[in-house]
């Protein structure tokens, strides 16, 4: 069964550096998404991309972070300057479509530990 | 953000029972709710979901009811088996892109 993939499964970083971390969806799906989990807290949605552009994204997703789809496979989320409280797992997830209930699938994620 | 509430963190089960996941929400722009699964050094897995429009939905095991009014819904899986213990995520969306988790309820099914 297709499956979405991360890279790093983990990653430590010091303050003020900047990380990227990858994600290889479903190859015939459309839509994109990160997630990120504190530890011991909710799932909370970043951003959504489709059609080589952010379609929509939170409060959360400032100036410090971007996402690109450098090729035809792979999708980024860039942290500029990475700051302690950016700890967190983050999780992709893709979708083959928009509509309805159409099922986001989630990649296992990366461990981010900002020092 | 408290627009998903699953007040139960955790919840335990005796193999063969049902279990019973409760959610509320807030926002009554909510079209379609879901329920996922994730296991420790996983990503949440999609189980069922229910549109607004509807007050139930069945798939297997698990069955989702939808209270509109009471704003609120749960999952129900019977008969439990050690295999379901997971935290279990409830989450509501509109607008198609933006989805929002609840805190999650871990779920303990004894043998």
């Known amino acids: 069964e297709p499956e979405v993939t991360q890279t790093p499964s983990h990653q430590v970083t010091q303050m003020g550096q900047e990380v990227i971390l990858r994600c290889v969806p479903i190859s015939n799906h459309l839509y994109f998404y990160w997630y990120r989990q504190i530890l011991g807290q909710k799932v909370e949605f970043l951003v959504s991309?489709?059609?080589?552009?952010?379609?929509?994204k939170s409060e959360i997703f400032d100036d410090q972070f971007s996402v690109e789809r450098p090729d035809g496979s792979n999708f980024t989320l860039k942290i500029r300057s990475t700051k302690l409280e950016d700890s967190a797992m983050y999780f992709c997830?893709?979708?083959?479509?928009?509509?309805?209930?159409?099922?986001?699938?989630f990649g296992p994620g990366t461990r981010l530990l900002v020092l | 953000d408290q627009q998903v509430k699953q007040n139960s963190p955790s919840l335990s089960v005796q193999e063969g029972r049902i279990s019973i996941l409760n959610c509320d929400y807030t926002?009554?722009?909510?079209?379609?709710f879901l329920w996922y699964k994730k296991y420790p050094a996983e990503g949440p897995t999609f189980l069922i979901s229910i549109s607004s429009i509807k007050d139930k939905n069945e798939d297997g095991r698990f069955t989702v009811f939808l209270n509109k009014s009471a704003k609120h819904l749960s999952l129900h899986i019977v008969p439990s088996q050690p295999g379901d213990s997971a935290v279990y995520f409830c989450?509501?969306?509109?607008?198609?892109?933006?989805?929002?988790f609840g805190a999650g309820t871990r779920l303990f099914v004894k043998a």
């Open positions: 989450a509501a969306r509109w607008g198609g892109f933006k989805t929002i």
């Open positions: 926002n009554s722009m909510f079209d379609y």
């Open positions: 991309f489709y059609n080589n552009e952010i379609s929509e």
């Open positions: 997830a893709s979708s083959e479509a928009l509509q309805g209930l159409e099922t986001q699938y």
